[in-house]
T-cell receptor, first 118, second 115 residues
Framework: DTGVSQNPRHKITKRGQNVTFRCDPI?????LYWYRQTLGQGPEFLTY????????KSRLLSDRFSAERPKGSFSTLEIQRTEQGDSAMYLC????????????????FGPGTRLTVL | AQSVTQLDSQVPVFEEAPVELRCNYS??????LFWYVQYPNQGLQLLLK??????LVKGINGFEAEFNKSQTSFHLRKPSVHISDTAEYFC?????????????FGSGTRLQVQP
């Protein structure tokens, strides 16, 4: 069990450029989540996948943001036409569905990708 | 809608002293409660969680928390802190039903342990 990994760890880009982040969940975790954390705040939910299906999307996920999990394993988060307000830490988490236990699964977080938009 | 309020943005404390980090929540549906810790430039690590049963929950690194339904609180405590406990602590909740999987976090409390 190698934990959740995210790449890159840091990304500096110019306003208007597109960026893509990758998340590799804990193996065999079928649920994957993206959160955004701005300076001095707690993480805010962006989106959730169960296997390859994107089941929840936050209002924070504007049309410039898109997330995919094509084979139900790793996921990518793309931001198009970045803005300075997109500067944040982007966190990925994964969990595994516990049979018959409702919503009790624990989310395990990766180290995050810190995005700086100049 | 659900929300989490962490009443103190910073808590300075001396090494080996006890500490309490306060967390209050608001929700119209039943929730599970969590505490996570974040060390500098790292992701979040689960300290403990309340799902059901005993309202006193013990976690890693000597931390514990008490769920108080009437006061809608889930305060985190440690009887004796170490320098290594210096970090950001986040309280979070999640609905018990399967309608929404997302965690809702508070804004965090920075614990600063001084020698």
């Amino acid at each position: 069990d190698t934990g959740v990994s995210q790449n890159p760890r840091h990304k500096i880009t110019k306003r208007g450029q597109n960026v893509t982040f990758r998340c590799d969940p804990i193996s065999e975790h079928n649920r994957l989540y993206w959160y955004r954390q701005t300076l001095g705040q707690g993480p805010e939910f962006l989106t959730y996948f169960q296997n390859e299906a994107q089941l929840e999307k936050s209002r924070l996920l504007s049309d410039r943001f898109s997330a995919e999990r094509p084979k139900g394993s790793f996921s990518t988060l793309e931001i198009q036409r970045t803005e300075q307000g997109d500067s944040a830490m982007y966190l990925c988490a994964s969990s595994t569905q516990n049979r018959g236990s409702g919503n009790t699964d624990t989310q395990y977080f990766g180290p995050g990708t810190r995005l700086t938009v100049l | 809608a659900q929300s989490v309020t962490q009443l103190d943005s910073q808590v300075p404390v001396f090494e080996e002293a006890p500490v309490e980090l306060r967390c209050n929540y608001s929700s119209s549906v039943s929730v599970y409660l969590f505490w996570y810790v974040q060390y500098p430039n790292q992701g979040l690590q689960l300290l403990l969680k309340y799902l059901s049963g005993s309202t006193l929950v013990k976690g890693i690194n000597g931390f514990e928390a008490e769920f108080n339904k009437s006061q809608t609180s889930f305060h985190l405590r440690k009887p004796s802190v170490h320098i290594s406990d210096t970090a950001e602590y986040f309280c979070a909740l999640k609905r018990t039903d399967t309608g929404r999987r997302a965690l809702t976090f508070g804004s965090g409390t920075r614990l600063q342990v001084q020698p």
